[in-house]
């Protein structure tokens, strides 16, 4: 039978594979674990430190003391993986985003922490200069204010390097420069850092849809009305996302991600399909925002929005998805296996 040609009703009753919910658990295609999730955290200095980030309900940054316990809550409930975004203190912040290579800032210290309190759980870090420099770019500006390319990657090699003698798990360069994966590459396997995962924010798009984590890392009031429209992908390509995923991998990363999420399944789907590597996806804030604010106000009901938002991703073919709704998506599986 070939789906152009399927059994005619009534032999064929589709509705006979939803009749009942054992029925629907069985014939299921995607299915949803803790282990699915990466958990994107913000962090910043001072000690019993917690702001909330206003666009973004039900998500604070925390200070490392009061992270930890966070960390605690993802190996409890399984989720593998959490990924460091830091607020860095103005004063620090610079043209050219030097903190990003200070070996005891607060990323290289936070992972240290995490990684010797809790060993078994997975840390990822954000590669890109924006919440280090004093115009909310990604990279280095030359005097027209374009963002240049090489100069920029030889900055990203040193702050991944950086994250790597920390003793992180994987690195996510989200720069968008071009070759930047090969030097990191390239980068760690001199320095023996040959087991340092490289996950590589290889579709990312221009996308309206971050406003809310620009509010959590402090970069939107310097990044101003500009845009970041040289570097990010147009969101109209999905061809030109294939290109950059295979120059990604053929340059040495482990996994590929495409970001945002929601918007772009169509790319998440054409990525698996065409390369079937570990393939991943962002959620990112302005879509959890906007289920948030919906629940918050009655109009959709917040679980079940949480959970349908998140299968979608399985089915579109993503393996994992870094999502704000981590550990609420965690204890509602959690819940509902008891």
Known sequence: MHLSSPTPFPHNRPRRLRRDAFTRNLVRENVLTPHDFIYPVFVHEGQGKREPVLSMPGVDRLSLDLLLPVAEQCVTLGIPVMALFPLIDSALKTPDGKEALNPDGLIPR???ALKKEFPQLGVMTDVALDPYTSHGQDGLLDDTGYILNDETVEILVGQALNHAEAGVDIVAP???????????????????????????????????????????????????????????????????ALREVAQDLAEGADMVMVKPGMPYLDVVRRVKDEFK??????????????????????????????????????????????????????RWLKEKSA
């Open 110 to 112: 936070v992972v240290r």
């Open 277 to 330: 590597v570990p393939t991943f996806a962002y959620q990112v804030s302005g879509e959890y925002a906007m289920l948030k604010a919906a629940a918050q106000n009655g109009w959709l009901d917040h679980d079940q929005v949480m959970m349908e938002s998140l299968l979608a991703f399985k089915r579109a073919g993503a393996d994992g998805i870094l999502t704000y709704f981590s550990l609420d998506a965690a």
């Open 174 to 240: 989200s720069d968008m420069m071009d070759g930047r994966i090969g030097a990191i590459r390239e980068a760690f396997e001199s320095h023996g850092h040959i087991y340092t995962r490289i996950m590589a924010y290889s579709a990312k798009y221009a996308s309206a849809f971050y406003g809310p984590f620009r509010d959590a890392v402090g970069t939107r009031g310097a990044l101003g009305k500009a845009d970041k429209n040289v570097y990010q992908m147009d969101p109209a390509n999905t061809d030109e």
